[in-house]
């Protein structure tokens, strides 16, 4: 039971936090924006939980817990932890992918509307503007751990190294370009599988049902933002949670016959804060991810609320 309950907090804390964020935002009023039963509906329960399981499963195996592990060799397995940072970004564009089922409704079609349909017609303007504000933070700090970053014996630019006295030096690894090279690439390719989902759902000619048909796409929409924006919050949750590991780097040696001195990182005296805002990040990463597994909880069917202009 001690492990069990270890694994759960140390683990899993940002998951529950998560879980209780998005049961409180449904019962207080997201309940009404439940999707009818249908493709969509499952399309979106798969999603979620193709986005959740692992990256719930990944977090848990870190903590040296738990069940099965996939056979995969000893070494292809340390390399899927050793990229762990990069986890959320592949689960999230998976998960995006399978919310563009299905790619166009069979319903009768309307009178043809001149408007002309973009990516960003059925979502408002905060969503995207969130979305484009984590996507910065992430640039941000990728880019300023990457400067920071040292190649170590290998040749690898994920060393952190400070300076002693009388030319000593100590170090650990950062999330220097090794890492996070490969993940701006990911980085990439869910910007470019989100814009892509959102561009399929907007596309097709508005049905007969109007109000019905445009409300479904600021859904589908939503959801596709929040999918993209989850991945993202988590992935930033866990590149803070990195560089405040590597915050907490020290080391001392003897100054003189009976002196000692020890020596920080530059940013030892922000640990505290990076932890902070590596579990809020984190935390608002899986609400997200729940809000829209709850999302998909159906809906009886009947006429959809009205669309607000």
Known sequence: MTTLTFVLWFGLRTAIIGLAIAVAWWAIGGRKDRLPTGAVATATLSAAGLALVPMMYLLAASVGF????PLLVEQFWYWVFERRISWSLVLGAVAIAVLTVPIHTRVARGQATLTHRTPFSFGHRWWFGG???IIGAIV???VLAGLAS???????WRSFTVEGANGSTFGTTIYGWYYSLPALALLAALIAVTLTALWIIARPP??????SDVWMRQLRTRNVLAVASGALSLHLGMIFN???STATLRG???VGSTGWASWGTPFEAMQPALTFLGLVAMSLGFALWFGILLSAI???RGSAPSVQS
Do not use: C, Y
Request: negative net charge.
């Open 66 to 69: 738990f069940g099965p592990r």
């Open 131 to 133: 979305t484009a504000s």
């Open 140 to 142: 941000t700090v990728t």
């Open 150 to 156: 040292e190649p170590d014996p290998e040749g690898l």
């Open 206 to 211: 508005i049905s007969a049902g109007h109000s």
């Open 242 to 244: 990195s560089l405040a």
């Open 252 to 254: 001392g040696e003897t």
């Open 298 to 300: 159906p809906r009886r």
